[in-house]
């Protein structure tokens, strides 16, 4: 019997339509104890578009009393030397105000690490150098966190893997290689902090590590909700943000919406959202009709090409027999056994365009139970399933 059946008579008040804590235990206990570790590591947090990874570490962060200083890539802090020194020197700028009771000479550190944006001085690679290095000076000289700061900083970069957005030109891969030595020196050789690195790119681990040559970048996985923190997540946050009607109608029907939804927050919330105007009829969600124009177009990928992206590698019949692979499979299938079935080009280029999700590790992934310990593909999301498995039956008519 669901601990929620009198659901319709708790208040919607603010308070308790605060997002709670109680979804993703066993990932917050895990990361809190990764982020407490003595020397610390660059660690990387992989997952689905819109799998909750950047605000699970906000709110790991919390818990931890650390000070997290979050740049977010997507808003365009790796195109140009400029744009990265004034990413990392505003994040740095705040903290050091933020303890200048600690830090001696603190107001002319604070200008210098504001001189050059003031007043409108070419920013170059050498001057981002010299930005690190004057970071990693007051670090070191004054020995800020330790014993003496309550919460010391946790960098972290949201969507990291358009770091590579620099390697654009010899300039951008010569000043990208030392920014990713930087965050070398500050976790494995000074022990500064620790730095979180996020994407939503299954073959950014290669990426960074290949570049980096070194064993300590710890991967992890934030999968979906397991399917008793979703039924939580439903009932006791998301349905008493809605109106009696709403709320009365799906109260204690998890198990139909999660066949429809998964256990994906946000997408939850889309469906519960938008439950006034799909009535429970998944063929008019929108997650899921978005998901079938796209699979629609993978039939066809010689019409398909993305800025950004390679020509696409697989042909009709591949992708067809890759669907069918999926909606066979118990949630994931091995990515060696689809390699075999139709190729390495074409299984990356299918990851590439997202219709697969790639897990390159198991560490810390909750939604899945007993994986194996390979690497494992995935649908994008649940209501792509549906979606695949809608479009098989039309091909079969």
């Known amino acids: ?46 997952g689905p578009p819109n799998s909750g990874k950047t605000t699970l570490i906000r709110d790991v962060a919390k818990m931890c009393d650390v000070n997290p200083l979050i740049i977010d890539c997507l808003t365009g802090s790796f195109d140009t030397p400029e744009n990265l020194y004034c990413s990392i020197s505003a994040q740095f700028r705040q ?53 003496k700061i309550e919460s010391p900083p946790l960098l972290i970069f949201d969507e990291a893997h358009l770091f590579s957005k620099l390697t654009k030109s010899k300039e951008g891969e010569s000043l990208l290689i030392s920014f990713l030595n930087w965050l070398v020196t500050c976790t494995k050789q000074n022990k500064f902090f620790h730095v979180v690195l996020t994407s939503s790119d299954s073959f950014f681990i290669n990426w960074i590590t290949k570049i980096l040559l070194v064993p300590y970048v710890t991967p992890y996985i934030v999968g979906d909700l397991s399917i008793e923190e979703a039924e939580e997540y439903f009932e006791l946050h998301v349905l008493p943000n809605h109106d009696y009607e709403v709320c009365g109608e799906l109260e204690g029907q998890f198990d139909n919406v999660c066949s429809i939804t998964g256990t994906r927050m946000l997408t939850i919330d889309h469906y519960v959202d938008e439950y006034k105007v799909h009535r429970g009829k998944f063929e008019n969600f929108s997650e899921y009709r978005q998901e079938l124009d796209w699979l629609n177009s993978g039939l066809y990928p010689k019409k398909l090409r993305l800025p950004g992206k390679f020509i696409p ?24 056994n689809l390699i075999n079935e139709i190729g390495h080009e074409a299984v990356s280029s299918l990851i590439e365009y997202n219709f697969l999700h790639r897990r390159p590790t198991n560490n810390y992934a909750n939604d899945i139970i007993n994986p194996p310990d390979e690497v494992i593909l995935t649908a994008i999301s649940k209501p792509s399933i549906f979606a695949m498995e809608n479009l098989l039956k039309r091909i079969n008519n």
């Open 1 to 46: 019997m669901s601990v929620t059946r009198s659901l319709r008579h708790l208040s919607t008040s603010p308070h308790n339509c605060m997002r709670p804590y109680f979804y993703r235990h066993q990932e917050i206990k895990k990361f809190k104890e990764a982020f407490s570790y003595n020397i610390p590591r660059i660690h990387v947090i992989l």
């Open 95 to 147: 903290f050091f105000a933020n303890n200048s009771n600690l830090i001696k000479n603190c107001s002319v550190l604070l200008n210098t690490l504001s001189y050059k944006q003031q007043n409108n001085f070419k920013i170059t690679n050498k001057d981002v150098i010299e930005l690190f290095e004057k970071i990693d000076e007051t670090i070191e000289t004054y020995s800020l966190w330790k014993n």
């Open 313 to 336: 590698s697989w042909n009709r019949d591949d992708f067809i027999d890759t669907m069918n692979a999926i909606i066979r499979s118990p949630g994931f299938i091995l990515e060696n």
